[in-house]
């Protein structure tokens, strides 16, 4: 992030709903450097827009006062349209005041169980409260728990709001990229809401996403407002003793009186996810290779060019998103250090591996790009015949991400068809055009025939091959 970071080393704040390596009692990000952010990147959205007709919301919040905070608005939205809706809250706040001397970690759990009862009530009467009391601060060890829980209430036609998955809070962080996983396996609608992004963060952070803003009525504002006030053991001190302290001071609450409420759209095109994910798998019905990828000379010209474009003898660490069966996977894997390769289809990413077995350099993981990104970073990342399948938002997310996965003198690698593409929402030379204007790359190598476009963009100051030996 650039400038001063907000996230103050100040560690005495250590109850589980505070992040570790920022305090909340620091002033943190200015309110009103987010409302100029959010004028600018959110695009606003009415209720109906996100809880369309025969659609039901759930809301997944890792600790009691979260969906109150960051979403009590949409609840209460979703009542007025007569959607229904359940609330699932993954733990009970026990450790929101770990050194109390007034309240044992049960009472917490007692007291914030409570809370969010009546702060349910307050924004949605009718919706259906599920606690499963797993433990504070330990979600990212009970992700199956987790899961198992969330698929049984997630179904194609809801709408899935859940913490943002990089909000910086270990249990945030974990409940969004379940929450992600099962809206993905189900083809539901996830959102995501940031709770703690508003007091560390600042724009650049929401670079590549997708953010939408539902303004709330006069309705909404106060039922919301009553929700937040009902989560007492965190608004206001337990007692006046210390380690009874306030969690949640009156600059931190500022974040949440905002007249809307802002969430990443991180999978609103339901009916193409279902379409485009099953498509590739019945791609493989009667042939192992339904793109030719081994019999094809045309395929086989292609990946020797795409290889000989690369400037660099040795690879590093490489991303190759839609992996398919792993042919070109393979030949990237003899000149890098390691390879993770990516694929929807369950059936392609079964060949890559069988492929690739033995190989302990390669990874092969099955994700939905963008939706689903590889932590870590790479010295080549290769979008070859993948971006026209994505939706406009998804690509720019995909090449966002692909540049924030980069290092620092990384490589972005991207080859495609130019011939008409049926059916879906671009082309080769559409997907092309969105990549060399991104900022802080330049194009090193380019190709363009009639059948393919091939283009790497390098990142940081760039040596030719030559210079790089010398010879110029």
Known sequence: ??????????????????????????????????????????????????????????????????????????????????????????????????????????????????????????????????????????????????????????????????????????????????????????????????????????????????????????????????????????????????????????????????????????LTERSATRHSDAAFDDMFDGSDDPWRFESSWYEQRKRAVTLAALPREHLGAVLEVGCSTGVLTSALAQRATTVVGTDVSARAVDRARARLAGNDAVTIRQLRSPQQWPEGSFDLVVLSEVGYFWQPDELDRALALSVGSLTEDGLLLLCHWRHPVDGWPLDGDMVHEAAVGLPGLRVVVSHVETDFRLDVLAAGAWQTPATREGLA
């Open 1 to 266: 992030m650039a400038g001063a970071d907000p996230r103050l080393a100040a560690h005495h704040v250590t109850g589980s709903d505070a992040p570790a390596g920022f305090d909340p009692h620091a002033p943190g990000t200015p309110e009103a450097h987010w409302t100029r952010v959010l004028d600018d990147v959110a695009r606003p959205v009415t209720a109906p827009d996100l809880l369309p007709s025969g659609s039901d919301l759930v809301v997944l919040a890792a600790h009691p006062d979260d969906e109150s905070l960051a979403a009590g608005g949409l609840l209460a939205e979703a009542a007025a349209l007569g959607r229904r809706a359940i609330l699932v809250v993954a733990t009970s706040g026990e450790g929101s005041h770990p050194r109390s001397a007034t309240h044992t970690p049960a009472q917490l759990a007692a007291v914030r169980e409570r809370e969010v009862t009546a702060a349910l009530r307050a924004v949605h009467p009718g919706a259906l409260l599920v606690l499963l009391r797993l433990p504070d601060g330990g979600l990212a060890g009970q992700r199956a728990a987790l899961a198992e829980s969330l698929a049984g209430v997630v179904g194609p036609r809801t709408v899935l709001a859940a913490p943002w998955r990089r909000d910086g809070h270990t249990d945030h962080d974990t409940a969004g990229a379940v929450a992600a996983e099962v809206a993905t396996a189900v083809g539901a609608t996830l959102l995501e809401y940031p709770v703690w992004l508003w007091h560390w963060g600042s724009g650049s952070d929401l670079a590549g996403e997708v953010v939408v803003r539902l303004p709330l009525g006069v309705e909404a504002l106060t039922r919301r407002a009553a929700a937040q006030a009902a989560h007492v053991s965190q608004v206001h001190a337990l007692s006046p003793q210390a380690g009874d302290e306030v969690l949640l001071p009156a600059h931190v609450l500022e974040r949440f009186t905002r007249p809307h409420e802002v969430f990443i759209a991180s």
